[in-house]
């Protein structure tokens, strides 16, 4: 299979989790809400607002979730960009494996 766009996009729920491999040296984007993402061996939580874009360091599992804003705002999904490593675009690389999965919303 050969994507043909540079760049892969979904969106989350606030009562969703999506848990992502294989994503070394991707971008994670933020486009229209907040999200939170946290890296797995070592990695930081990672709060990104609406533009803020994060690179990937390590090559093992990212979850990303969204992170709702008080208000009317509260219900939109979390739109999320990924961007294939810089210097990709034209070769073949490997989509990344995608997993939903619902989390507590008792914040929420």
Do not use: Q
Not at 15 to 43: F, H, M, N, P, Q
């Amino acid at each position: 299979m050969t994507a043909l766009l540079p760049y892969i996009e979904f969106e989350v729920r606030a009562a969703e989790a999506v848990s992502l491999d294989r994503l070394a040296g991707w971008t994670v984007v933020a486009l229209g809400t907040r999200i939170w993402l946290t890296e797995e061996k070592g990695g930081r939580d990672i709060w990104l607002l609406p533009g803020d874009r994060h690179r990937i360091a390590g090559a093992g599992r990212v979850v990303v979730e969204a992170w709702p804003a008080a208000g009317a705002d509260a219900d939109l999904p979390a739109k999320i960009r990924l961007a294939p490593p810089a210097g990709t675009f034209g070769r073949r690389w490997c989509l990344p494996k995608f997993r939903l999965s619902r989390v507590a919303s008792a914040w929420i």
